[in-house]
């Protein structure tokens, strides 16, 4: 009788950021921890913990870390789905400062190559011609902390300039730049040594008639 109390006690259900976790290969994670080394000080809090930490605040869209670390302790009675325990936010805070990103860096591109693997051209298209679509966006920044992405008088920022190959619905190339970048001047950027035929979608931020000549000149069509 205790046995089947103990079970039902620690028997946990497959939650949503259970089944998205599952797809980050065990192995593959511990095979970086091992290269990086990043868990010999480490007794309670790994840095796989942190990872799921980072990894749920990314799905909830939280803004801080006193967000994310806010909703954990309104959760303490769920984290045991994820082997997680109670956990103060300084803590957190110290392991996310003192863990290498360039560890969660290698994860993010075998993760990429995994779902390139997956997701095959013949899925998604059945046109020869390759489509991609190319934007930008500002990120806000705290001009006090990030001095130098200067945007305006009592704002900092800096602009992420995208392409996204529509056929995989993946991003292949990625650019950053200061807030005050305009679209047209790094769009070449983002459009040099594609295929010919290829199809470029913009919108009118892009408006520039000697990068639309350089497309044509490519045998680039853009829409």
Same mark, same amino acid.
């Given at each position: 009788?205790?046995?089947?109390l103990?079970?039902?006690?620690?028997?946990?259900t497959?939650t949503?950021c259970n089944?998205l976790l599952?797809?980050?290969?065990?192995?593959?994670f511990d095979h970086?921890?091992?290269?990086?080394?990043?868990?010999?000080?480490?007794k309670?809090f790994?840095?796989?913990?942190?990872?799921?930490?980072?990894f749920i605040?990314?799905?909830l869209w939280?803004? /801080?870390?006193?967000?994310?670390w806010t909703v954990?302790?309104?959760?303490q009675?769920?984290l045991y789905?994820?082997w997680?325990e109670?956990?103060?936010? /300084?803590?957190?805070s110290?392991?996310i400062?003192?863990?290498?990103?360039?560890?969660?860096e290698?994860l993010f591109?075998r993760?990429?190559?995994?779902?390139?693997?997956i997701?095959?051209?013949?899925q998604?298209?059945?046109?020869?011609?390759k489509v991609?679509?190319?934007?930008?966006?500002?990120?806000?920044?705290t001009l006090?902390?990030f !001095?130098r992405?200067?945007?305006?008088?009592?704002?900092?920022?800096?602009k992420?300039h995208?392409?996204?190959? *529509?056929w995989?619905a993946?991003?292949?190339m990625?650019?950053?730049t200061d807030?005050?970048?305009? !679209?047209?001047k790094t769009a *070449?950027?983002?459009? !040099?040594?594609?295929?010919?035929?290829?199809i470029?979608?913009?919108?009118?931020?892009y408006l !520039?008639y000697e990068y639309w000549?350089k497309l044509?000149?490519?045998?680039?069509?853009?829409v």
């Amino acid at each position: 009788m205790p046995f089947i109390l103990n079970t039902l006690m620690y028997t946990y259900t497959h939650t949503i950021c259970n089944e998205l976790l599952q797809l980050v290969n065990k192995w593959n994670f511990d095979h970086l921890l091992g290269q990086h080394n990043t868990d010999k000080w480490k007794k309670k809090f790994s840095t796989r913990n942190t990872f799921q930490c980072l990894f749920i605040g990314q799905v909830l869209w939280c803004s /801080s870390i006193r967000h994310l670390w806010t909703v954990l302790a309104c959760n303490q009675s769920k984290l045991y789905h994820l082997w997680l325990e109670t956990f103060a936010r /300084s803590t957190f805070s110290d392991w996310i400062n003192k863990t290498d990103s360039s560890l969660f860096e290698k994860l993010f591109y075998r993760l990429l190559w995994q779902v390139a693997q997956i997701i095959t051209e013949k899925q998604h298209c059945e046109a020869r011609n390759k489509v991609y679509a190319i934007d930008a966006t500002v990120i806000s920044l705290t001009l006090s902390v990030f !001095d130098r992405a200067y945007y305006r008088k009592k704002k900092g920022a800096i602009k992420l300039h995208t392409r996204l190959n *529509l056929w995989t619905a993946l991003p292949d190339m990625i650019c950053i730049t200061d807030g005050k970048k305009t !679209d047209g001047k790094t769009a *070449l950027m983002l459009t !040099d040594w594609l295929d010919k035929w290829s199809i470029v979608i913009f919108d009118r931020g892009y408006l !520039d008639y000697e990068y639309w000549h350089k497309l044509t000149t490519q045998w680039i069509t853009f829409v």
